[in-house]
């Protein structure tokens, strides 16, 4: 399926069962804003590219810049193309991703590397239409909330570090279920159409392969690996947010439109998704207090303070400050806060 907005949606190929085939409907219509919202922004990109690629002869990241279309939504959306080092991102290297804007443009802009300027292959195809579907949601505002701020033009001129605003352990775990429903909606569109053109090698997960537990899988763990790389939050608020984010999973898998048995399934199965998400990440990245913390909580049962450790524990926290504990309504910075989607 294929949503043209204002237009009859035809009929394409899908991988997937028939439960499956409406969420994809669903999925398909939630991300697809009206055609004002689009035709505003394809006009406003269209304009800042033609003023990015003037600026482009006095120097800068942007070697490339194009209105590129969407097969899944039939709009143009503004892709840039920067140097292939600034695709990796905390020692990991991204295939592309989606900014919710780019400087003075307050519009999405999804941002590839320069050495795939001419890739028009099925793989890499699918993998910008899954960053058209994060700039849809940019322009629906159905990102999380932190992804959707302003960044703050000095550190968009100079890179510099900004102070980020603080966030609750709530309002951590509100982002991560927003976080997760974005990328899982942007899976579940990628691979219901393209099947498994795209094969990721980030962090994941050995389970049962149907279309919604391993888009589930894969944007849950994904979500927890960049929780666990201090992304929302340090370590003093980490097991308030696992433990907000157990209570919280059955309902937004419920929202999902999850079979009941996938709810059960990923359930019941949260804490060991964690311990396998945090010994992956301590494997690639190296031990953190964070990862420690998510292991101790994973293996724990609920018996873990929220340094970590359990109550007949000694009291240690590591780099992130001294023993003494934080209300979970306390509010807390996190160590720089997404501002972007990707793909690996």
Known sequence: MRARAGGATPQVAFHGTEHERTIYARILATNTPPRRTLDTYEANAACFRNQLLQARETG????SATM????????????????DDRFVIAGHNHD??????????????ICLPVSRTRDRSTHFVSIVEHEMVHANQALCRRLPASMMRMRDIAQWLYERETEVAPLTAAEVVEDVLRLAT????????????????????????????????SCFAQ???????????????????????????ERQLPALL?????LPEDVAWFAADQRRLVSSVAAQTVEVDGPDPMREIALRWSRSDGQVTRQGEPP???RRIGREGSGRTRPADRRVRSRGGPDRTRSR
């Open 60 to 63: 800068g990241d942007v070697r």
């Open 68 to 83: 590129r279309k969407s097969s899944l939504f039939g709009s143009r959306y503004l892709c840039l193309y920067l140097p």
């Open 96 to 109: 592309a991703f989606c900014r919710a804007s780019w400087g003075f443009f307050h519009g999405p802009v």
């Open 182 to 213: 974005a990328e899982f909606e942007a899976y579940f569109l990628q691979r219901g159409h393209w099947g498994d053109a795209e094969r990721d090698a980030s962090v994941r997960l050995r389970f049962e392969h149907t279309l919604f537990r």
């Open 219 to 245: 944007a849950w763990a994904g979500s927890v690996h960049r929780l666990l790389m201090g992304e929302f939050c340090n370590a003093e608020v980490l097991v308030a947010i696992l433990e907000g984010l």
């Open 254 to 258: 419920a929202s999902l439109d999850a």
């Open 312 to 314: 007949s524990g000694p």
